[in-house]
């Protein structure tokens, strides 16, 4: 039964945590994928097969070219050196292999919405549109989604990084992380004046609060979002003006404290006693994905995500 209006009883999971600044130290050693610029251009080319198959050939070329000179009679006069080359070469791919590619099957997810929302790749409700910007660009619309969606082939995954570009068109853009289903997840939601935090447990929502972020959003402008899902934190940040901002670093994943909650019903009045109940929140893994309910409207584009390890 669609229960919805919660009123949590305890305040502790209201409020925001107050992070000082030792705690701040330990958090940026928790997130060990915060690499340099090079390691994350490398992470992005994962799965572009286009890039790996120029790369293959211009090296390929240079190979052909080189033997025809002198390879051979360089080979033929130093056999040693030679050998120390292809050994050392051994290494260094060895050693990059896995920064070029996913360790296995699983670790790397992207959509870009050209050929529309596979059934493979996402469950969703409500209406969700593989759609168009305003310069022709492929991304994904998202309104009336009261349960949301998610990115199927990562159900799995416990620690995780997703990147992708959204705008707000009505109301607020919202996000789903540590979804175990539909009806299980942390849900985030950006308006151009506040961040609101929520748990969905058993169809129930449990709000955690909302602050002012006071940054400069604007409607129908692209900002792009970073997520990190590692252990029981959450962090995100996004880009505006050029600028990289952390709007939120909590700790509202993994096993959470119970919460006692109201439940109220438009169709039916509950008995006495039986309008209360114990909901447990655990996030302790499960997949990302969009939620945009009633007339909000938002759109998304450019999405990858990593499973960390």
Not at 62 to 74: D, E, G, I, N, P
Not at 173 to 179: D, P, Q
Not at 251 to 275: H, T
């Amino acid at each position: 039964m669609p229960w919805k209006g919660v009123t949590v009883s305890e305040g502790h999971l209201c409020q925001m945590t107050d992070l000082n600044e030792a705690s701040k130290r330990l958090i940026e050693e928790i997130f060990a994928e915060e690499r340099k610029a090079f390691i994350d251009w490398i992470r992005d080319r994962k799965g572009r097969p286009s890039f790996w198959l120029v790369i293959a050939t211009v090296a390929s070329l240079a190979v052909l070219v080189t033997l025809r000179h002198s390879a051979l009679q360089f080979a033929l006069a130093y056999p040693q050196i030679l050998l120390n080359c292809l050994l050392l070469s051994l290494i260094v791919a060895t050693f990059l292999a896995p920064f070029i590619w996913p360790a296995r099957p699983g670790d790397y997810f992207s959509d870009k919405f050209r050929k529309g929302l596979s059934p493979a790749k996402w469950e969703f409700d409500g209406e969700w549109k593989a759609d168009r910007d305003e310069n022709g660009k492929p991304c994904l619309t998202v309104t009336n989604s009261d349960r949301g969606g998610l990115a199927l082939p990562c159900l799995s995954w416990a620690d995780f990084e997703v990147n992708f570009e959204t705008r707000i068109l009505s109301g607020y853009t919202g996000w789903v992380v540590r979804a175990s289903s539909m009806n299980e997840y942390v849900h985030i939601k950006l308006s151009v004046e506040q961040l609101s935090r929520l748990y969905r447990v058993a169809t129930v929502w449990i709000p955690l609060g909302a602050f002012k972020h006071g940054l400069p959003f604007k409607l129908s402008e692209w900002y792009p979002v970073r997520i990190v899902a590692r252990s029981n934190w959450l962090t995100i940040y996004i880009v505006v003006d050029g600028k990289r901002y952390r709007i939120l670093q909590e700790e509202i994943l993994g096993i959470r404290p119970p919460v006692a909650v109201e439940l109220r019903s438009d169709r039916i009045e509950l008995p006495y006693g039986q309008n209360k109940q114990l909901l447990e929140p655990a996030f302790r893994s499960g997949s990302f994905g969009f939620r945009v309910h009633a007339d909000n409207r938002a759109q998304f584009r450019k999405l990858r995500a990593y499973h960390l390890r």
